[in-house]
């Protein structure tokens, strides 16, 4: 069993570092504003050139964009998270229900004390499309939605009969990941490296979520009668 345990332990600490490496060099070019030529051409090549408060595409996908948006705000994370935490209280899953609610709960607290440490403005190269209040740095929608709907895949995969379903599942909160922080982006209330350094923390969060869920059903810690 520790022959087939060691390994994925490794793979996930290989990723951990490379994660937290990533997310160094990108904090180091937002301090010395190495990053300002690469975010400024992104945001604007989402704009029309002569009008940047116009996006490209059709008129239908800004308001499209938002609803996509809205997926990764406080409000919907938050109903997420309760009802997945009193739908695993009620199939008898008290660990899980505890890892979910605590992983998504500290996840929120670390992501605004890193917006406070940080203290990166909001892009003002193009007008914004949302109302926004917080600070930029790190994007909270990247890094929460990572940590939301990334945990959550990763312990829906598990229960799934197949690898087809469990590739499915993980792929599916990892697409809402990915087409959250881009929306962030295309509404121009985030540099593009805000949105990278928060699905880099937040995917290393997801990751040691599931590394902490997958080491307590191993060793099988009784926190719930077993069924």
């Not at 190495?34 to 239908?60: C, M, N, Q, V």
């Not at 890892?99 to 892009?123: D, M, N, T, Y």
Request: proline share 5%; hydrophobic share 50%.
């Amino acid at each position: 069993m520790r022959n087939r345990i060691e390994p994925r332990l490794l793979a996930s600490l290989t990723v951990l570092a490379g994660l937290g490496l990533l997310f160094a060099k990108i904090a180091e070019d937002v301090f010395d504003q190495e990053s300002h030529a690469f975010d400024r051409a992104i945001l604007l090549a989402l704009r029309i050139k002569d009008d940047p408060g116009l996006t490209i595409g059709p008129p239908w996908l800004v308001n499209s964009v938002r609803d996509i948006t809205s997926l990764g705000g406080f409000t919907v994370i938050t109903l997420v998270t309760v009802l997945t935490v009193f739908y695993l209280l009620a199939a008898g899953k008290t660990r899980n229900a505890m890892i979910v609610g605590l992983a998504i709960s500290l996840g929120a607290l670390a992501e605004s004390g890193l917006k406070l440490l940080f203290s990166r403005a909001r892009p003002d190269v193009v007008p914004h499309l949302v109302s926004v209040q917080t600070m930029s740095f790190p994007s909270g929608h990247a890094m929460m939605s990572a940590i939301t709907y990334l945990t959550l895949g990763a312990m829906l995969a598990r229960a799934q009969p197949t690898w087809q379903l469990r590739y499915f599942t993980f792929g599916a909160g990892l697409f809402l990941t990915l087409l959250i922080g881009v929306s962030r982006v295309f509404l121009g209330v985030h540099w593009p490296t805000d949105i990278i350094a928060g699905w880099t923390v937040g995917g290393a969060w997801a990751l040691c979520v599931w590394m902490i869920a997958d080491a307590l059903n191993r060793r099988r810690i009784p926190l719930e009668p077993e069924q």
